[in-house]
Structures are given as C-alpha cells and as structure tokens.
C-alpha cells in the first residue's frame, strides 16, 4: 500500500469544513481512483501496441491529462486529472471510453438517487443545498435550487418517453401487479399509484407501468392495459399474479381473456389471519403454508380441505375468505415448478414498493401528480438494476408456447 499512501498529504491543513478522518478517506479515495484510472489506460495503450506506423512509433499514446474536474461523492467532492490519451487514428467505435469515470460525470450514481428520495420525503427544491451540505461539503455544486429544478424536468421528460416507449416486440409470461398507497400527493386523496411488472421471454424482469388510479378500480386498470394494447403490445401475459382486491381482474379479463390468474399467497395468508384470534394464528399460518407448499395440487387441495374441516364452524369469516378465490389460488401448478417460488405471491413488486412506501410515509405532498409519479419511476428504475433473471428462465419459451404442465411437470404429450 506505500504505493498509494505516499502521495496522501497527512498534514494538509484542514480548511474543507470535513473531520481530519473524512478528509484523509476523501484522500485515500482521490489516490486509488487516481492509479485505477492510470491502470486503465495503460491497459487499452498496451492492448493497441501493434498499432504502429512504418517506422516503428505507436499510433496509440498517453496525452497529458483531461483538465482537472470536481466529482461529487457520498463523502464529499474529490479532485480528479483524468488521463487522456490519442487515439484519433483508430475508428471511433473503438477508441478510449473509461468504464470507471464516463467523460461527463459530475455526480456519482448514488448522490442522483438522493435527489428522488428526498423529494418524495417532501423536501423543498431550496433546501436541497442545505440538507446535502453537511454530507457532500461546503459549497457543492450541481445541486442549487435551480439544477434541481432542471433535473426534475429531465426525469419528468424520461418518465413521460417511458410511458409512450413502443411495445410491439414485446412478449411477457408473467405480470406481477398491485395497487401501492403511499403518502405522496396526487390528484384525488383516495388515489393510489398502479404498479405492473413483468418478465419478458428472456425471464428478465422489467417495469411495465406506473401510473395513479381511482382506489385500485377497473376503470384504472383497463386505462393502462388499454394504453399497453395502443402501443403495441399483442398479447397478453401467460399468468397475472395480484391480490384479489383488485379491479385488475376485471379488466383484464376484457382486454386479455386468455391470461390465467394466481392470487398472492401472502396476501391472502394476512386476509385469513387478520380474521382469527392471535393465538391460533401461528398454527393457521403453518396450515396455509401446507397449501401453496405442497409438491402437487392433489395435495394443495388436501392440505385446502384440512383447514376448512378445522376452522369453518369455528372461523367462518377467515374459511369463507379462503374459499373466496377458490379456483385461482393453485393455478401456479400448471407452470413450470421452478417458476413457482416467483409467481405465487407479488414479492417483486411487494420488496422493490418496501422502500418507496417508507421513503413517503412521513409527507403527505411532495409536489404535483406528474412529478411524483416520475420520482417513484425513477426509484423502480433504481431498483431494476438490482433484478435478477427468473429461476428457470430458459423454460419461459415453453410457457409462450403454451405447453401444458401438471404439477410443475412437462405434461407427457408436449414433452415428446
């Protein structure tokens, strides 16, 4: 490590508003990413040796250093040279790009990702100065009120190209779908923001729809799958995953007659249980699991069965909930089994809407319906990146192909 050290200044007078420890890691920091970004050119210099002209000389060469810029950090700015080299002699499609510092960078990622979540904390564009000062350093820039501003309407921009991206290549097995109450301003207070994820025939999970509806309606639903259809969108999913609450089925039981529907497991599980005494309620729970856990429906339904012969005197609010979305709550058997464990429940939306809905429980507005709806876009956007493929994603072509399964299984006629 002297390599690096060395060059640290341990006596630099402290005049950064930072503790001596803060600056020593901004240091260290500007240091290592200084020999990272110096590794990085040699190595496309020496991949390029053989490039030369007649007499020998390299067409490929270092070139001084880029004028020095400010990068914006969860720990303050750090002054960096990039080091430049000449390559105008090769064609531009190969020619030097850093992969760790793009040429216009200013901010890193995670000081973007601020600026969405404290605004849907209901922070007002003025204060956003004042609010990062104590973690990014005195006099920061690039987050005055007035590049606020600008960024806000650049998301806007995005969110509002996002809504109107063409879908006619698109093909999805599954949609993941749930209504998201947040404490966020919109235009009507019993509005809530209309969530659809799906996974597309390569088994990546992708964003499909954020939009606000009326109380979860059917009106709201056949809105957006209406909007889906109008941009290209062919077909349906194989499969719909939601909470029977929704006026979701409704509508897509118009615009998309041959998607199947699964109830989430979890949220029928809390609807039983919010209908039992607490002390039963660990033992229904283990009684459920046994359902939606067995290795076959015939065993599904016997486990189903059991529970209604132990509760349905006792408990005939939470049997007759059970008993309600009878005929969608084991569809899942009838796809692949390892796809089970993704499309019994609305976990994928249920984990990435975890963090939005605490990032906008403690404000009831945070500006107009237009602008919240692009910052909660812009953290499922930030989320995405965290997904990953589905188990099992290369059987998803058997699933667009509609080959039938019994109990996970290829059935024996389409597995010939």
């Not at 041959?258 to 729970?285: F, G």
Request: aromatic share 10%; charged share 30%.
């Amino acid at each position: 490590m002297k390599k690096y050290t060395k060059e640290i200044d341990f006596k630099k007078e402290q005049k950064t508003g930072f503790s001596c420890l803060e600056d020593l890691a901004r240091e260290g920091a500007r240091v290592m990413l200084h020999y990272a970004l110096e590794e990085e050119i040699r190595e496309f210099i020496e991949k390029h040796q053989n490039n030369t002209y007649q007499n020998g000389k390299r067409k490929i060469v270092r070139n001084g250093s880029h004028p020095q810029r400010e990068i914006i950090t969860g720990i303050g700015p750090i002054e960096i040279k990039q080091p430049r080299v000449d390559d105008r002699l090769i064609p531009e499609e190969e020619r030097f790009t850093s992969k760790i510092l793009p040429r216009y960078l200013r901010r890193v990622p995670s000081i973007d990702n601020l600026i969405p979540v404290l605004y849907l904390k209901g922070l007002s564009t003025n204060d956003f100065t004042t609010a990062l000062t104590p973690i990014l350093g005195e006099g920061v820039r690039g987050l005055s009120a007035t590049n606020i501003v600008r960024l806000k309407q650049i998301w806007e921009n995005e969110y509002q190209q996002w809504t109107k991206r063409d879908l006619s290549e698109k093909r999805y097995a599954y949609f993941w779908v749930d209504g998201i109450y947040c404490n966020v301003r919109l235009d009507d207070q019993r509005s809530c923001i209309l969530v659809i994820m799906g996974a597309d025939e390569h088994g990546n999970k992708e964003l499909i729809a954020v939009n606000d509806g009326y109380r979860e309606s059917k009106t709201a639903w056949k809105e957006i799958l209406l909007d889906l259809k109008q941009r290209g969108l062919k077909k349906g999913p194989k499969l719909a995953i939601g909470d029977g609450a929704l006026g979701f089925w409704a509508a897509i039981g118009e615009e998309f007659p041959e998607t199947k529907w699964q109830r989430c497991w979890v949220h029928k599980t809390a609807n039983i249980l919010d209908k039992m005494p607490k002390a039963i309620q660990s033992k229904a729970k283990s009684m459920i699991h046994d359902m939606y856990m067995a290795d076959t429906e015939e065993n599904a339904w016997k486990a189903y069965n059991h529970f209604l012969d132990a509760y349905e005197n006792k408990y005939p609010k939470a049997v007759e909930c059970l008993k309600k979305d009878k005929k969608d709550l084991f569809t899942f058997y009838s796809f692949p089994a390892v796809h089970w464990i993704h499309i019994r429940t609305t976990n994928p939306i249920e984990s990435t809407f975890a963090t939005v809905r605490n990032r906008t429980r403690s404000t009831k507005g945070c500006g107009s319906r237009t602008a919240t709806l692009t910052m909660v876009y812009k953290l499922c956007l930030e989320a995405e990146k965290t997904w990953h493929k589905l188990k099992g994603y290369k059987m998803i072509h058997l699933v667009l192909q509609d080959k039938k399964f019994k109990d996970g299984e290829l059935a024996a006629e389409d597995a010939a």
